[in-house]
């Protein structure tokens, strides 16, 4: 069961950050040369799919990272370990003030054609995508060196 519970902890994870990475060092460089209704557009089509994707990742890592919490000794695991949850609490708190934040004013933005707003708001996507990307290597990086 732990192997499972590895196997899928370890693909949500990849999911999440690799997918982090392609947004932010492959798409949003490439829609860079759209003017702002079809960029913004786009990057709300790309992000809401995205993010049904990521939802059920996080969920999939929550559960399995309790499960792998529990049975490493729990308390008594290496620092890694708790760096890891530590840093994936951040992460998940990160990842819902971006849906329930910025991404849902950049929805409603692009809906409306306030094209100002709606990349003021893309601005902020992107400073928190960034900052979980940076997160999610440090918790890569504790559990695999601490």
């Known amino acids: 069961m732990r192997n ?8 949500a994870a990849i999911i999440w950050l690799g ?12 829609v860079a040369m759209l003017e702002s209704p079809q960029r913004l557009s786009l990057m709300v089509a790309a992000l809401t799919r995205f993010f049904a994707i990521v939802i059920p ?8 990272g309790g499960y792998l919490y529990m049975v490493r000794e729990g308390l008594a695991a290496p620092i890694g370990v708790h760096l890891m949850v530590g840093i994936g609490i ?8 971006l849906i329930f934040g910025p991404f849902r004013r ?12 709606a990349a ?5 996507i992107r ?18 060196l601490l």
């Open 127 to 144: 400073v928190l995508v960034l900052t979980n990307m940076v997160f999610g290597f440090a918790a890569v990086i504790a559990v695999r």
């Open 90 to 97: 951040v992460m998940c708190v990160i990842f819902g003030h």
């Open 19 to 30: 997918g982090m990475v392609f947004a932010h060092f492959c798409l949003r460089p490439a």
């Open 4 to 11: 499972l519970a590895l196997l899928l902890h370890l693909s």
């Open 106 to 117: 950049m929805k409603a933005a692009v809906a409306a054609s306030t094209w100002p707003v």
């Open 57 to 64: 990742a996080i969920a999939v890592l929550l559960a399995t």
């Open 120 to 124: 003021t708001q893309l601005g902020k």
